[in-house]
């Protein structure tokens, strides 16, 4: 063969480096690719994530915090609780009459309805006229429902020693507190009525209101 038949050294690219050469390019546009996907996936698996914890807080009372709570003692000084509301401890010696309040109520005649027994129901004051309808339609018969301002939820229950924040009026594990602590098991004078209390908010006595 004379060296006019020979292809100029130049022009000649071997076949098997051409995969090497593009290699970094491929690999460039696959991690472009996943970081793509990561970035639209994301959001979604936190939305998924965030209603299966939603879900699964709707399925049981694993929230439910709860205190041994000792103190029963009368006064009519005003006091401070360490929960909010408040879940037992000292109180006023009258106690308020059941039924649903459009006002805050004295926490601490409040106090000596859980003592009661009574399940306490507190909303955020600004809820709705239906979330609270919707919300005194569950209320116990021995039960107390009140606006309370600064709520660490839209909504709290509240028995002697136990408390549940919920997220609002439709969350369904307020009926599966009521079932658990609604017959008020927990309270010192487990079986006493909130019936015969002040229907007073602010805690005025009755001619029937007070206990030893």
Known sequence: MSDADTPPEASYTPVEERPRRSLPLVLAGVASALVLGAALVAPLVDRVVRGEERAQRALDLTL?????????????????????????????????????????VREENAVHDLEHGTVWITHDPELSEDDRAALAAQLPDNGIMSPRDDLPSPVVVTVWGAQLRLDGADDRRLGLFLEEYGDGHTAPEYGVSCQGGTPDPQGGVPEQGTDA
């Open 64 to 104: 439910v915090e709860t205190w041994e709570i000792i103190d029963r003692s009368h006064t009519e000084d005003d006091l401070t609780y360490e929960q909010d509301p408040p879940a037992g401890g000292a109180h006023a010696p009258v106690w308020l009459a059941c039924g649903v309040y459009d006002e805050p």
